[in-house]
């Protein structure tokens, strides 16, 4: 059964971190792209940060550049999303993404170009 399961997700203050996992299970990560995208309330769904499947074109949200890192650990097929000097604004459920045919920047930051989602995960930026 093919699943992505990703933890990590809580409340936080601002200024603090969060590392968001994404586990990958029934196919493996390493040919596919990755992308994490958020959805906050009253927002389409929106890429944070994104890995091409082949190619190592990459695309990270202005609004995250320098904050948030994305990597993976092919070993553990697993995805990962530091987040660090988190805002109020960063509040929403975060999901990951594999794509087998994540090659264009288009590619990247289409929802509808992924085949397998996550559940997702509620990250809460708040005093």
């Known amino acids: 059964q093919v699943q992505l399961v990703e933890s990590g997700g809580g409340l936080v203050q601002p200024g603090g971190s969060l590392r968001l996992s994404c586990a990958a299970s029934?196919?493996?990560?390493?040919?596919?792209?990755i992308g994490w995208f958020r959805q906050a309330p009253g927002k389409e769904r929106e890429g944070v940060s994104c890995?091409?499947?082949?190619?190592?074109?990459?695309y990270i949200s202005d609004s995250v550049k320098g904050r948030f890192t994305i990597s993976r650990d092919n070993a553990k097929n697993t995805v990962y999303l530091q987040m660090n000097s988190l805002k109020p604004e960063d509040t929403a459920v975060y999901y990951c993404?594999?794509?087998?045919?994540?090659?264009?920047?288009?590619?990247?930051?289409?929802?509808?170009?992924?085949?397998?989602w996550g559940q997702g995960t509620q990250v809460t930026v708040s005093s």
């Open positions: 993404a594999a794509g087998l045919h994540i090659y264009s920047d288009y590619d990247l930051i289409t929802p509808d170009e992924y085949d397998y």
């Open positions: 029934g196919f493996t990560l390493d040919y596919h792209g």
């Open positions: 890995v091409s499947s082949n190619n190592g074109r990459t």
